[in-house]
Every structure is written in structure tokens, then in C-alpha cells.
Nanobody
């Protein structure tokens, strides 16, 4: 089991910045992938950014160049730095941890944090 606690959401004007944090209850090195997903009202949840156990990162095309995913291994925490925010970035943001074990893939989710970007 992995518990994830997110923080850092809020209301910001277009062009502003926010940093989301996701603290994991387990060592990051026990988790194959960690990532941020978001879900806007009436839309499906979509991946925003991921970071693998080796530190390899990947981003959705819509956030490339604006968002940065990073981690602090000592704090078992993953961050999402969001710059140049747009109204279309408004969504509930969820932290995800994915582990691959003998029984297959296990997904863990945080409770979500709301990001609202005003125009």
C-alpha cells in the first residue's frame, strides 16, 4: 500500500505559477512510476507528467515547456512546477504511483487538489 498526499493547488491568474507536491508513504525507489494526472469537469482523466524510477520524465504535449515534474528522494516527494498557466489547465490534479509486482500493476491515487486558472 502507498498513501499519497497532495498539496499546493489553488486559484491563480493566467500566466501565473503553482507548484504541486505529492508526498508518498513509501520510498520512491519502491515505485516504478509516479505521475500527475488531471481531470476537468465533464472530461476524462488525462496524464500530465510522469517520472520513472530511473528519473526519466515524460509530458503531455499540452504542458511541454510549461510544466516540470521533479522529485526529492529524501522526502519521498514528487513535485509539479506549473508555469505560464492557462485557463484550460483548470482541473483537479491527482498524484499517481504505479508499482509492478507479481500480481501485476498496482495503482495508487491521492485525493486530488484543485487548480483553477482565471483569465
Amino acid at each position: 500500500q502507498v498513501q499519497l498526499v497532495e498539496s499546493g493547488g489553488g486559484l491563480v491568474q493566467a500566466g501565473g505559477s503553482l507548484r504541486l507536491s505529492c508526498a508518498a508513504s513509501a520510498s520512491i525507489f519502491s515505485i516504478n512510476h509516479m505521475g500527475w494526472y488531471r481531470q476537468a469537469p465533464g472530461k476524462q482523466r488525462e496524464v500530465v507528467a510522469t517520472i520513472s524510477i530511473s528519473g526519466t520524465t515524460a509530458y503531455a504535449d499540452s504542458v511541454k515547456g510549461r510544466f516540470t515534474i521533479s522529485r526529492d528522494i529524501g522526502k519521498n516527494t514528487v513535485y509539479l512546477q506549473m508555469n505560464s498557466l492557462k485557463p484550460e489547465d483548470t482541473a483537479a490534479y491527482y498524484c499517481n504511483a504505479a508499482k509492478y509486482g507479481p500480481h501485476g500493476k498496482e495503482d495508487y491515487w491521492g485525493q486530488g487538489t484543485q487548480v483553477t486558472v482565471s483569465s
